[in-house]
């Protein structure tokens, strides 16, 4: 159960990055993450 809670980490730092490379997004984004 440990290792997926690591993936999930992994998977929410990508989206960040996403969302920051990509200002356009941030918007849409922001709602999604509260």
């Known amino acids: 159960m440990g ?3 690591s993936h999930i ?3 929410m730092q990508r989206f960040v ?3 920051a490379l990509k ?3 941030a918007g849409a984004g ?3 993450t509260g």
């Open 3 to 5: 290792h997926s809670g």
């Open 30 to 32: 922001h709602n999604l």
């Open 23 to 25: 200002p356009s997004c």
């Open 9 to 11: 980490s992994q998977l």
């Open 17 to 19: 990055i996403n969302k």
